[in-house]
């Protein structure tokens, strides 16, 4: 029987953080049910707003809430009226002033990894596909890599491994494929 180690706990302090940062020592229990009424009332006003991630962070009297979504029009709603009703709301239910107004929106980006299902495909490489997807314009990975051997694999794992802090998004982990197309149906 495996141990399960919960995805989150196992990845803080690497590559995550903490979803909510206070500390308390007599009134824990208080501020940790205010923080899941908090979550529970953002999500039930804004379900449809794509909300991926709530933070939260406490100091003495006022609640820092930051909310990473797809949909930040939504959220913030027209001239900011939805921002400052959620806020109103969260401030009557919790009695603490809470932080609002401050929106960073980062643009999505899209890496193209494959091709999908196709039957014939004209090329036999991994990387003859990421050629083929830059030729007809889609985006890739500007870190794809070619290795000959396990060495140039475990280097370049090590690397990003030590430089993920310096790549333009969040990454958790390292992709290794197999350049040669027809052994991919013989790993499966």
């Known amino acids: 029987m495996g141990r399960k180690v919960n995805p989150v706990g196992f ?3 690497i590559v995550s953080d903490w979803d909510s940062k206070w500390f308390a020592e007599r009134n824990y229990t208080e501020q940790l049910h205010e923080d899941l009424a908090i979550r529970e009332m953002i999500m039930k006003e ?3 707003a794509g909300i991926s991630r709530i933070e939260l962070e406490r100091s003495a009297n ?10 930040p029009g939504i959220v913030i709603g027209k001239q900011g009226a939805n921002v400052e009703r959620i806020r109103q709301q969260l401030e009557k239910k919790s009695g603490m002033e809470l932080e609002a107004g401050r929106a960073r929106l980062d643009s999505l980006r899209l890496f193209v990894h494959g091709i999908g ?3 014939a495909p004209p090329v036999q490489s ?3 596909v990421y050629a083929l997807l830059a030729e007809w314009g ?6 794809f890599r070619t290795a000959d051997d396990i060495d140039g694999v475990l280097d370049f794992v090590t690397h990003y491994g030590e430089h993920r802090h310096d790549v ?10 197999v350049d040669e197309l027809a052994l991919h149906d013989e790993l499966l």
Request: aromatic share 6%.
């Open 62 to 71: 006022k609640v820092d809430v930051t909310l990473h979504t797809s949909k």
């Open 117 to 119: 299902a196709w039957p």
């Open 46 to 48: 804004l379900t449809r």
């Open 126 to 128: 991994q990387s003859e």
């Open 168 to 177: 333009e998004h969040e990454i958790d982990g390292v992709v290794v494929k």
């Open 138 to 143: 889609l985006p890739t990975s500007p870190y």
């Open 11 to 13: 990845r803080l302090g």
